[in-house]
């Protein structure tokens, strides 16, 4: 169990943490460990198979172009987005590429990488098989879970489900709400307070602090380049990016007594970031990539328009919303294969409302209320991207998240303290919904929007 906000917030890349971030890793690390068996100069052979959601989407993700980069060793966070289509250009023309960089190997990107429609394996909807080949003996054969957020889990071979391990240790452990107030009111910290001493046992506090300005930086050089870059996005609905227009539009703005005028900033910074994601650049997930927007777009909210609100207390901003994360991740879920999107924008606006309210002065209970409402609200969301896109409906669909946590933020930082629904009982219904929500709404696009569109 973590409870680190560094295991919430990773830098990566787009367009999908799943199933780009995730197989990525899994792909590296399944090279890595033919190197450390000391076979990697003799394999002749990869093949790779992707299963469940990463085989009916994970050409609309990315999957991919993730996998083929992750067997030639490169990260999501350090991977040069700029080179990624001419790279990958490359070797599907060559139909070779080189595995960490040093072994040359054929590779057909159509027999060696096999997208399984819909088979799934049993422990997630998102897994990936990887064999690999010395001549005609098969060397080795590891299968991986992307469960999530960029996470990504081994199948020990054990018949058991796998559970990610962590050996840290944590001075304030959490994976509920209510542990969460409780941890805050025994010590008389604040959720962020807390989150920064729990990152402070793995590192100094210098290197928290940058380590969190950076996931801040990069949110907002992704909102730049965002705001400044037109056309069309890839993948082939020719879906038109909007935020450059609408930037220039809000700068050309002279009438200053529109009161709802923030959200259209709101608005911007949501659709500027899950542009910059759909068309594979760096982004932070947040928890997810799909739901990257809303968190760093209600930053922004509270940058700009909350008098007061600087820098430091945006780390105050991620410290609460990763603390959120935290508790999705341990009791609940954030992958939209397993339980919709109510598990990817719904947790993203619940945590970007608790890091709102935060900012306004709530309580632990009042935050921790502000998740509440707005993940109530999101409950029963389906995930139906169309063409298996992270596009329509997932652009939009943050930038509504994100006026959602403004409200959320606003309702509970104006109430008593006391919530019918618990956080706790919330998470709850969220899974039990996720489980009894048909397959064809999880991330297969199979259903909703994803059929009921016809693709031209
Ligand atoms: S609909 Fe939601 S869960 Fe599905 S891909 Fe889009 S953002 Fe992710």
Same mark, same amino acid.
Request: glycine residues 10%; proline residues 4%; contains cysteine.
């Given at each position: 169990?973590?409870?680190?906000?560094? =295991?919430?917030?990773? %830098?990566g890349i787009?367009?999908?943490?799943?199933h780009?971030?995730g197989?990525m890793?899994?792909?590296?690390?399944?090279?890595?460990g033919?190197?450390?068996?000391?076979?990697?100069?003799?394999?002749s052979?990869v093949?790779?198979q992707?299963f469940?959601?990463l085989?009916?989407?994970g050409?609309g993700?990315?999957?991919g172009?993730?996998?083929?980069?992750?067997?030639?060793g490169?990260?999501?966070?350090?991977?040069d +987005?700029d080179? +990624?289509?001419?790279r990958?250009?490359?070797?599907?023309?060559?139909?070779?590429?080189?595995?960490?960089g040093?072994?040359?190997?054929?590779? =057909?990107?159509?027999?060696?990488l096999?997208?399984?429609m819909?088979k799934?394996?049993?422990?997630?909807p998102?897994?990936l098989?990887?064999t690999a080949?010395?001549?005609k003996t098969?060397i080795?054969?590891?299968?991986?879970?992307?469960?999530?957020?960029?996470?990504?889990?081994?199948d020990?071979g054990?018949?058991q489900?796998?559970?990610p391990? =962590?050996?840290?240790?944590?001075p304030?452990?959490?994976?509920?709400?209510s542990t969460?107030?409780?941890?805050?009111?025994e010590n /008389?910290l604040t959720?962020?307070?807390?989150?920064f001493?729990?990152?402070?046992?793995? /590192?100094?506090?210098d290197e928290?602090?940058v380590?969190i300005?950076?996931i801040w930086s +990069?949110?907002?050089?992704?909102?730049d380049?965002?705001?400044?870059?037109?056309?069309?996005l890839?993948?082939?609905?020719?879906?038109t990016r909007?935020?450059?227009?609408l930037?220039k539009?809000?700068q050309?703005?002279?009438?200053?007594?529109?009161?709802l005028?923030?959200?259209?900033?709101?608005t911007?910074?949501?659709?500027?970031t899950?542009?910059q994601? @759909?068309?594979?650049g760096r982004?932070?997930?947040?928890?997810?990539?799909?739901?990257?927007?809303v968190v760093?777009?209600?930053g922004?909210?509270?940058?700009t328009?909350?008098?007061g609100?600087g =820098?430091?207390?945006i780390?105050d901003?991620l410290l609460?919303?990763g603390?959120l994360?935290?508790?999705f991740?341990?009791?609940?879920?954030?992958?939209g294969?397993?339980?919709?999107c109510?598990?990817?924008?719904?947790c993203?606006?619940?945590?970007?409302?608790?890091g709102?309210a935060q900012?306004?002065?709530g309580?632990?209970q009042?935050?921790?209320? @502000?998740?509440?409402?707005a993940?109530?609200?999101h409950? #029963?969301?389906t995930?139906d991207?169309?063409?298996?896109?992270?596009q %329509?409906?997932?652009?939009?669909r943050?930038a509504i998240?994100?006026v959602?946590?403004?409200?959320a933020?606003?309702?509970?930082?104006n109430?008593d303290?006391y919530?019918y629904?618990t956080?706790?009982?919330?998470v709850?219904?969220m899974m039990q919904? #996720?489980?009894?929500?048909?397959?064809k709404?999880?991330e297969?696009?199979?259903?909703?929007l994803?059929v009921?569109? +016809?693709?031209?």
């Open positions: 169990m973590t409870c680190s906000l560094f =295991d919430v917030f990773k %830098i787009g367009p999908s943490s799943s780009t971030v197989p890793l899994a792909a590296r690390s399944f090279v890595l033919l190197q450390e068996s000391g076979r990697l100069a003799e394999v052979r093949k790779v992707l469940g959601s085989g009916a989407t050409w993700h990315g999957t172009t993730a996998v083929v980069l992750g067997l030639e490169e990260r999501p966070d350090t991977v +987005v080179t +990624v289509p001419s990958v250009h490359e070797i599907r023309s060559r139909n070779e590429l080189t595995l960490l040093v072994r040359h190997i054929a590779f =057909d990107t159509t027999a060696d096999v997208r399984h819909t799934r394996l049993r422990f997630h998102n897994a098989e990887f080949w010395v001549g098969k080795a054969d590891e299968i991986y879970y992307s469960i999530g957020g960029g996470a990504i889990v081994a020990d054990s018949g489900p796998p559970i391990a =962590d050996e840290r240790q944590w304030y452990r959490f994976s509920r709400g969460l107030i409780d941890l805050c009111n /008389q959720i962020p307070g807390l989150m001493a729990n990152e402070c046992a793995q /590192q100094s506090a928290v602090i380590g300005d950076r +990069v949110m907002t050089d992704c909102i380049i965002g705001c400044r870059t037109d056309g069309t890839p993948g082939g609905l020719f879906v909007r935020a450059s227009a930037h539009r809000l050309r703005r002279t009438e200053t007594n529109d009161p005028a923030a959200l259209d900033w709101v911007l910074w949501a659709l500027a899950n542009e994601n @759909a068309a594979g982004i932070v997930t947040a928890p997810t990539n799909g739901a990257a927007g760093p777009a209600v922004m909210y509270a940058h328009f909350i008098p609100v =820098d430091e207390m780390r901003y609460t919303c603390a994360g935290v508790v991740k341990g009791s609940g879920s954030i992958s294969a397993e339980v919709g109510q598990g990817e924008v719904g993203a606006s619940a945590m970007a409302a608790a709102l900012l306004l002065g309580t632990p009042q935050v921790v209320n @502000a998740a509440e409402i993940l109530e609200h409950l #029963g969301l995930c991207p169309i063409g298996g896109l992270v %329509i409906p997932c652009i939009e943050n998240a994100a959602k946590s403004i409200t933020a606003r309702m509970a930082i109430d303290g919530q629904v956080l706790d009982n919330c709850r219904t919904t #996720g489980l009894d929500m048909n397959a709404y999880k297969t696009a199979r259903g909703g994803a009921s569109i +016809v693709e031209c």
